[in-house]
T-cell receptor
Framework: DARVTQTPRHKVTEMGQEVTMRCQPILGHNTVFWYRQTMMQGLELLAY????????DSGMPKDRFSAEMPDATLATLKIQPSEPRDSAVYFC????????????FGQGTRLTVV | AQSVAQPEDQVNVAEGNPLTVKCTYSVSGNPYLFWYVQYPNRGLQFLLK??????LVKGSYGFEAEFNKSQTSFHLKKPSALVSDSALYFC??????????????FGKGTMLLVSP
């Protein structure tokens, strides 16, 4: 059963530490999204890749966040240094691209920065 | 810029009654509309989508949605609610643009509570 896999599922870290979240998209999907979910802001798009190239990362705080796709099977989201306001659930999703294609979501990484 | 509005934070309905979760959207270009459901501590799960054609779209678990272009709405419906339908529901939109396709923009979500 094809699915998007995210690791870790939970992460607790101290302020100032580096955090790396990983995502394995569904094999064959050419589009990867990173979303952040909070109670206050809902779902916010952080980054969007197509064929491993970043197309839109305007929603991402550039000074501390970075997103990459080293290869077609791995997407990473890094926060350095982390801050308490980064506490949220981070979702990765993948799809086949095109406006009419649905995105398939992973289970999310729940990040707590203390 | 595209946007989605879900005017109700919460919808309460009794089991067996019909349910409606409202969604309106704003985009430039032809819209592609989606509904997702999120259960506690889980990722979003795709329910249904409208691309083109018939305005009434049928999806998973007995859900359907009606696209109304003049009202820019895409309300989610189900004829008979189940307690197990209780979850957080998200409407989302993307669009076909001259430059390609826009990304997926989500509404803030509507919590559906179905009472026994």
């Amino acid at each position: 059963d094809a699915r998007v896999t995210q690791t870790p599922r939970h992460k607790v870290t101290e302020m100032g530490q580096e955090v790396t979240m990983r995502c394995q998209p569904i094999l064959g999907h050419n589009t990867v999204f990173w979303y952040r979910q909070t109670m206050m802001q809902g779902l916010e798009l952080l980054a969007y890749f197509r064929n491993r190239a970043p197309l839109d990362d305007s929603g991402m705080p550039k000074d501390r966040f970075s997103a990459e796709m080293p290869d077609a099977t791995l997407a990473t989201l890094k926060i350095q240094p982390s801050e308490p306001r980064d506490s949220a659930v981070y979702f990765c999703a993948s799809g086949l691209g095109g406006g009419g294609a649905e995105a398939f979501f992973g289970q999310g990484t729940r990040l707590t920065v203390v | 810029a595209q946007s989605v509005a879900q005017p109700e934070d919460q919808v309460n309905v009794a089991e067996g009654n019909p349910l409606t979760v409202k969604c309106t959207y704003s985009v430039s270009g032809n819209p592609y509309l989606f509904w997702y459901v999120q259960y506690p501590n889980r990722g979003l799960q795709f329910l249904l989508k409208y691309i083109t054609g018939d305005n009434l779209v049928k999806g998973s678990y007995g859900f359907e949605a009606e696209f109304n272009k003049s009202q820019t709405s895409f309300h989610l419906k189900k004829p008979s609610a189940l307690v197990s339908d209780s979850a957080l529901y998200f409407c989302a939109v993307s669009a076909s643009l001259r430059s390609g396709y826009s990304t997926l923009t989500f509404g803030k979500g509507t919590m559906l509570l179905v009472s026994p």
